[in-house]
């Protein structure tokens, strides 16, 4: 199995960015806008539509406030297997970093998977330090 690790630093305090990882149907304004287009909810499925045209449907695992992390999983045909989890620490007041790692198969999905997660890296690191700045 492939795993692919982001050590993501932002500028915005932790809370803040947790607060819009943990909103689980609001990706597309909240957490990555641009990176992602738009976020149905089904229950516990959050159906994705990524700006390259992608759809992907993801299952919340967990919600973990207290350790700031959240797990889901894809399912789909491409993908055998599929897991994620988003954690957020806090790097005193007004910074932070999530770290954010996906097990995938098959193995040649993991460099494709590997270029999406360094653009919604830099997606979330760009609307975090943007909504944090407008905040304060």
Not at 81 to 98: K, P
Not at 102 to 111: I, K, N, Q, R
Request: with cysteine; hydrophobic share 45%; aromatic share 6%.
């Amino acid at each position: 199995m492939a795993s692919i690790y982001k050590d993501i630093p932002i500028d915005a305090p932790a809370d803040h960015v947790w607060d819009a990882l943990r909103d689980f149907g609001a990706l597309h304004t909240r957490l990555v806008p641009g990176f992602v287009t738009d976020t149905k909810l089904d229950g516990d499925v959050r159906i994705v539509s990524f700006a390259n045209g992608t759809v992907a449907r993801e299952t919340l695992v967990d919600c973990d406030d207290k350790r700031q992390r959240l797990v889901y999983a894809i399912s789909s045909e491409r993908l055998k297997q599929h897991s994620a989890s988003v954690q957020v620490f806090a790097e005193g007041d007004a910074r932070c970093r999530v770290v954010w790692i996906a097990d995938v198969l098959p193995h040649e999905v993991a460099p494709y998977m590997d270029a999406q997660m360094d653009l919604g890296a830099a997606a979330m690191q760009a609307a975090m330090a943007k909504s944090a700045k407008n905040a304060a």
